[in-house]
């Protein structure tokens, strides 16, 4: 960042509905990886439109290309992260979230939640979650063996796999429903055979612990960048002042809680964007200067 300034590490004013945007776009501006796919994106848009003498405001579809990063399921979900940066302008990297347009915000608003959304879609529409073929619809399934409409409905992503993995996680097999029942005592009854057929079917759901907000998540980062930038504790002390008396601010009282922050951006950063342990963010320091 070649000016630094509280908008890279104050977030107090970021308004409730800005802050799932600003919390991926923050954190995608740590990331060199992404940072370069997205100027590999901008760039292809630009050959393109040069080649083919687009006009501004004409629409027009552009195949993208960019390498896989992230450990996401599909790749669907990153193009559109990605290609959201690209098109929204070229304010991304350079421009923190707090200085971009309202304009420019709105774009950028919901994009990971509308990324997930059609990533989510085409993924269930290739690999359905349940799949019920009655012999009401089809008779023709009165004839046909449990081992042929097994491969008939294998999914793409499973016909690659071992057969012990198919076996384990696709369940097939003849179903009876008697609709003489109410749909919830159905649901009911479906939902005792999946607790007992499911691989994670008699798991605990883990116990939660501690603040886990999204304004935490991005005062941890402006920890981290604060670290960065201010060569002892006491100078990412004063610039944190004038933060204390916010509700939101970045403000820690100790070098201890300081840098326990600045530890949980790290991991904030792998499992917001989903990236391996190798990455780290580019404001990563092992510790203070002095």
């Known amino acids: 960042m070649s000016n630094f300034s509280e908008d890279d590490y104050d977030f107090s004013n970021v308004p409730q509905h800005e802050l799932f945007g600003c919390l991926y776009y923050e954190y995608m501006r740590e990331s060199e990886t992404i940072i ?68 420019e915000k709105k774009t950028l608003e919901d994009f990971p939640k509308k990324a997930s959304q059609i990533n989510n879609k085409d993924y269930r529409e290739k690999n359905p979650m349940l799949v019920l073929n009655t012999l009401l619809q089809d008779p023709s399934h009165g004839e046909s063996t449990l081992n042929t409409w097994k491969t008939k409905m294998m999914p793409k992503l499973f016909q690659k796999v071992s057969k012990a993995v198919q076996e384990k996680f696709l369940v097939s097999g003849f179903f009876q429903i008697n609709m003489s029942y109410t749909q919830s005592l159905l649901r009911e009854a479906f939902s005792d055979w999946l607790q007992a057929n499911h691989p994670e079917g008699k798991e605990k759901s883990p116990e939660r612990r501690g603040r886990n907000t999204q304004r935490d998540w991005l005062n941890a980062l402006g920890a981290l960048r604060l670290r960065f930038y201010c060569k002892t504790f006491t100078e990412a002390q004063a610039r944190m002042k004038p933060q204390m008396g916010k509700p939101n601010g970045t403000f820690y009282g100790d070098r201890r809680s300081f840098n326990r922050a600045c530890a949980a951006s790290v991991r904030h950063f792998r499992t917001l964007l989903k990236l391996s342990d190798k990455h780290l963010p580019i404001h990563f320091t092992k510790g203070w200067q002095k």
Do not use: C
């Not at 552009?62 to 990153?78: C, R």
């Not at 990605?82 to 200085?99: C, N, R």
């Open 36 to 103: 370069r796919e997205v100027g590999n994106v901008r760039q292809q848009r630009l050959d393109d439109e040069k080649r083919r003498d687009i006009k501004l405001g004409v629409p027009y579809s552009l195949k993208i290309n960019y390498n896989k990063i992230t450990n996401h399921q599909g790749i669907i979900f990153e193009a559109v992260m990605i290609a959201s940066l690209a098109y929204a302008g070229d304010k991304f990297p350079g421009v923190p979230w707090q200085k971009l347009s309202s304009s």
